[in-house]
């Protein structure tokens, strides 16, 4: 009980803190709740650990998470670059152009519209990330395979947005820019690209998170000896867990960054949209 | 009918690129096989050798037909062969998680919409837990799982779990927060209590967007379920399915076992869609 104490005095601190400063509800009291909410999540996971004497094989300390980091920073490094670099975001780039010149394709034709939208709305819905054997013995163990598995599961999801986007014109901006005489390209450049913007944003923010899932699963099953994948099940197979959570770190952080990127070009690019006013 | 062709003919179009696929991908190791066997390399008998390879890069429709088939109906389903063995496997695990992630969703959003302080501090958080690849924490957790003696169903349901609570947050907070001002001053003038606010307002105008994210997060949690099946090299399950099938090269298995998974995936995704509507219409939510 006596070990719990510090913990608990900890977490109601912490939370008594965010209380109050909830009530201001400014901009910088909104960063400062969150970070002290995490900062404190963290550090009661550091006093549980050593309060409890939990073995790092079950649930290292972050110190141990963060010395591990900065020990196998190079391996990371190469981790990186082999898994996110070259199959996540490379598949990512390749799915998202094919998603989107499919998709000014399919809109062309009502007759394909009609037919390839309820498929390819099923087809996001499904575990795609099963085909990643498949393949992995069609391209070979190296990022190439990794990043053929992102390009199809990031594919249909951009699709299926794009495709919702470029209808989202209604009759009388298209009769405008009909009567100044637009053809067709000038009309999709000028007029329906940008009202799609908001909904392919939608669909290119929800498939980064996919296509690192995708690049990291596809190394289960089969990899060269580097990548996030790879070096996560060898070292669970070692029991060193402050490794497996320093990829956890970096998957991490690599996701956020990924994430904040794109919605970054989102915010530049679609700022006239009323989600982004502020 | 009129939105019935259209799906008709583009699946049609797939089947038709599938074979075409199929027989351009296992020509290579049909010409080998017909040079070994000297046989005359005729077009029909290149044709047939493809539509019918044990191992073939890329299996005909109707060879996963036929696999599919027999993992369904022509075992005993206590098989260790069968797939339905092997997707009652996945499903309990897919539904036992969906199960923990749907509660989790829930009970957060409510604090999230009753508490001022959890809405600044939980809400980025979560987000942020959702740009982390989160499978990538599967093995981990199945190998400590493991260490502390927990094996089998649990481990998984934890990782699918953990995919499907957060499109259930995001819905059940939208979902709280749509009446408007005009409704809770309604309810105030009632002098309606907290409670009452929640469970006659809040509550049933949360519905539709509750059953939306629902239909997303079971097919996330069948996904983790499959994935979850995966690092461990479990015996049992469609991702154990998956695994042998690319360890010995069974392509057959591989796509049967993905489509199990397929089809699995959208009888769930039915199956809520189907209660959404029973549960609307008796609330007289239904447009």
């Known amino acids: 009980m006596t070990t719990a104490l510090p913990i608990i005095a900890v977490w109601l601190g912490s939370w008594g803190l965010n209380a109050w400063l909830s009530r201001f509800d400014t901009r910088l009291t909104r960063v400062l709740v969150a970070l002290i909410f995490g900062a404190s999540l963290i550090v009661l996971w550091e006093m549980t650990v050593r309060a409890y004497d939990v073995p790092a094989v079950i649930l290292?300390?972050?110190?141990?998470?963060?010395?591990?980091?900065?020990e196998?920073?190079?391996?990371?490094?190469?981790?990186?670059?082999?898994?996110?670099?070259?199959g996540a975001?490379?598949?990512w780039l390749i799915g998202a152009a094919a998603a989107i010149c499919t998709a000014i394709a399919i809109d062309r034709s009502p007759f394909l519209q009609r037919g390839l939208l309820p498929i390819g709305n099923f087809v996001a819905a499904l575990p795609i990330v099963g085909i990643a054997p498949i393949l992995v013995m069609w391209f070979g163990f190296d990022w190439q395979s990794k990043a053929a598995v992102v390009v199809v599961m990031v594919f249909f999801?951009?699709?299926?947005?794009?495709?919702?986007?470029?209808?989202?014109?209604?009759?009388?901006?298209?009769?405008?820019?009909?009567?100044?005489?637009?053809?067709?390209?000038?009309?999709?450049?000028?007029?329906?690209?940008?009202?799609?913007?908001?909904?392919?944003f939608n669909g290119l923010k929800i498939s980064t998170t996919l296509a690192l899932i995708g690049a990291i699963v596809a190394e289960f099953f089969g990899s060269p000896t580097r990548g996030m994948g790879?070096?996560?099940?060898?070292?669970?197979?070692?029991?060193?867990?402050p490794l497996v959570w320093a990829e956890i770190v970096v998957a991490a952080l690599a996701g956020t960054a990924f994430y904040g990127i794109v919605a970054l070009i989102e915010a530049r690019l679609t700022f006239w949209h009323p989600s982004q006013r502020k | 009918m009129n939105r019935v062709l259209p799906v008709l003919t583009v699946l049609l179009a797939i089947i038709l690129i599938w074979y075409a696929a199929a027989f351009r991908l296992n020509l290579p190791w049909a010409e080998r096989e017909l040079e070994r066997a000297e046989a005359e390399q005729s077009f029909s008998a290149l044709f047939q050798n493809t539509m019918a390879q044990e191992r073939p890069v890329l299996p005909a429709p109707h060879q996963v037909a036929v696999g599919l088939w027999d993992g369904l109906a022509g075992q005993k389903i206590t098989s260790k062969r069968s797939l339905v063995w092997h997707?009652?496997?996945?499903?309990?695990?897919?539904?036992?998680?969906?199960?923990?992630?749907?509660?989790?969703?829930?009970?957060?959003?409510?604090?999230?919409?009753?508490?001022?302080?959890?809405?600044?501090?939980?809400?980025?958080?979560?987000?942020?837990?959702?740009?982390?690849?989160?499978?990538?924490?599967?093995?981990?957790?199945i190998v400590v799982m493991a260490s502390i003696g927990v094996t089998g169903l649990l481990p998984k349901a934890i990782i699918s779990a953990?995919?499907?609570?957060?499109?259930?947050?995001?819905?059940?907070?939208?979902?709280?927060?749509?009446p408007d001002a005009m409704q809770l001053d309604q309810m105030r003038s009632w002098n309606a209590s907290a409670a009452q606010v929640f469970w006659r307002l809040r509550l049933p105008s949360s519905m539709p967007y509750l059953f939306a994210?629902?239909?997303?997060?079971?097919?996330?949690?069948?996904?983790?379920?499959?994935?979850?099946?995966?690092?461990?090299?479990?015996?049992?399950?469609?991702?154990?399915?998956?695994?042998?099938?690319?360890?010995?090269?069974?392509?057959?298995?591989?796509w049967a076992a993905l489509f199990t998974a397929a089809a699995l995936a959208a009888l769930l995704v039915i199956v809520i869609g189907w209660i959404e509507r029973i549960t609307l219409r008796r609330m007289g939510l239904e447009r």
Do not use: C
């Open chain 2, 87 to 141: 997707g009652w496997v996945t499903l309990s695990a897919t539904l036992a998680g969906f199960a923990i992630g749907t509660a989790a969703g829930i009970l957060l959003a409510v604090g999230i919409v009753h508490s001022r302080a959890m809405d600044q501090s939980v809400m980025p958080w979560a987000i942020a837990s959702q740009t982390v690849p989160i499978l990538a924490i599967a093995p981990m957790v």
């Open chain 1, 72 to 86: 196998n920073a190079r391996t990371l490094w190469i981790d990186f670059v082999q898994t996110i670099l070259k």
């Open chain 1, 230 to 241: 790879f070096r996560i099940s060898t070292a669970v197979g070692q029991l060193d867990m």
């Open chain 1, 60 to 70: 290292p300390a972050p110190s141990q998470i963060a010395a591990s980091f900065a």
């Open chain 2, 213 to 254: 994210s629902l239909k997303v997060a079971i097919a996330a949690s069948l996904v983790g379920a499959i994935v979850g099946e995966l690092p461990a090299g479990a015996s049992a399950g469609l991702g154990a399915r998956l695994l042998s099938g690319s360890y010995y090269g069974q392509t057959v298995q591989i």
């Open chain 1, 157 to 200: 999801p951009i699709l299926v947005n794009t495709i919702a986007g470029l209808a989202a014109t209604d009759a009388l901006q298209r009769d405008l820019i009909a009567t100044w005489s637009a053809g067709y390209w000038q009309s999709l450049w000028k007029l329906r690209l940008p009202a799609a913007l908001p909904f392919i």
């Open chain 2, 162 to 178: 953990w995919l499907s609570f957060f499109p259930v947050l995001v819905g059940t907070v939208k979902g709280l927060r749509t």
């Open chain 1, 89 to 91: 975001l490379s598949g």
